[in-house]
């Protein structure tokens, strides 16, 4: 069984910063990735970032220069710091992550709310 749960989400201004955070119930050091998608009213969900096993990320065009993505493999967490916040970053933000070894597979967070106001 592999658990994901979120936090950090809240409500704040246009402009300000939020960081979410996913802890990972089994290791992330193997896993071959951990990102973060957002689901807004009426809206696809949208892969907001990622980052893969050798450090690499990947960042949505609407969030480059504002989300940064770490992990950290220690704590079995992974990070969205989210600066320079805007109304259209409102949503649901979930994590998750593609195991390897034992626990193959991906996992899902049940999500955590941020809602931006203007």
């Known amino acids: 069984q592999v658990q994901l749960v979120e936090s950090g989400g809240g409500l704040v201004q246009a402009g300000g910063s939020l960081r979410l955070s996913c802890v990972v119930s089994?290791?992330?050091?193997?896993?071959?990735?951990l990102g973060w998608y957002r689901q807004a009213p009426e809206k696809q969900r949208e892969l907001v970032a990622r980052?893969?096993?050798?450090?690499?990320?990947f960042y949505a065009d609407s969030v480059k220069g504002r989300f940064t993505i770490s992990r950290d493999n220690a704590k079995n967490t992974v990070y969205l710091q989210m600066n320079s916040l805007k109304p259209e970053d409102t949503a649901v933000y979930l994590c998750y992550t593609d195991l390897t070894l034992t626990y193959r597979g991906r996992y899902w967070g049940q999500g955590t709310q941020v809602t931006v106001s203007s």
């Open positions: 980052i893969i096993s050798d450090g690499s990320t």
């Open positions: 089994r290791s992330i050091s193997s896993a071959n990735a």
